[in-house]
Structure formats: C-alpha cells, structure tokens
C-alpha cells in the first residue's frame, strides 16, 4: 500500500521561508504539485528516487530546492523568498511514468498541505 503524507505547510509573509515535507512508505521518484483555488493543478518540482535528478517549473527555480532522505523515506521541499503567487494546495505525487510535468504521470497522491503567502 503505498502511503504518501504531506506536512509543513502554512501562513508565510512574502519574502519568507517554509519547508514541506513528504513522508513515503517507499523509495520513490517524487514530485511536488500545487493548486490554487480555481486553477488547474501545476508541476512544482521532481526528484528520481536516487536523487541525483531533479527538475523544477521556471518559476521556482533559484527559490526551491527538492532533496530526500532515504533513511526516512521523505521528500523535503525548501521554499524560499516566498512570493503571493506561491499561495496554493501543496501534494506529493509518485512517479509512473511518462511526463514528469503531467498529472497523468503519477499514480499516487498526498492529501495536501496548504501554503498562504501573505501579508
């Protein structure tokens, strides 16, 4: 059975910094998708589940950093220099196969972690 539970989101000021994290009951390739409300769910970032892979969405690059920890079997995201626009419902994913940026790609879900950016 294959678990994902996502935690660590919350209220941040614009500017300011929050760490989600994805605990897995497996080693998995992992993504971070986010919604907010009446948009589409959107690829955040992806890490192969060894690790050394990792892609990001334009607009997160040089702010996020995804990385695991295997001994735990979690997936961090660290969120920096939070912006308004970041505001959403956070979800790990499990990797299936095909495109890492599409829903259609995954075969598991997180229930989701709210993140509000604002002042």
């Known amino acids: 059975q294959v678990q994902l539970v996502e935690s660590g989101g919350g209220l941040v000021q614009p500017g300011g910094s929050l760490r989600l994290t994805c605990a897995a009951s497996?080693?998995?390739?992992l993504s971070w998708f986010r919604q907010a409300p009446g948009t589409e769910r959107e690829f955040v970032a992806f890490?192969?589940?060894?690790?050394?892979?990792?892609y990001y969405t334009d607009s997160v690059k040089g702010r996020f950093t995804i990385s695991r920890d295997d001994l735990k079997n979690t997936v961090m995201l660290e969120m920096n220099n939070l912006k308004p626009e970041d505001t959403g419902l956070y979800f790990c994913?499990?990797?299936?196969?095909?495109?890492?940026?599409?829903?259609?790609?995954?075969?598991?879900w997180g229930q989701g972690t709210q993140v509000t950016v604002s002042s």
């Open positions: 497996g080693r998995y390739a």
């Open positions: 890490i192969a589940w060894h690790g050394s892979s990792t």
């Open positions: 994913a499990r990797y299936s196969e095909g495109s890492v940026i599409s829903m259609a790609g995954y075969d598991y």
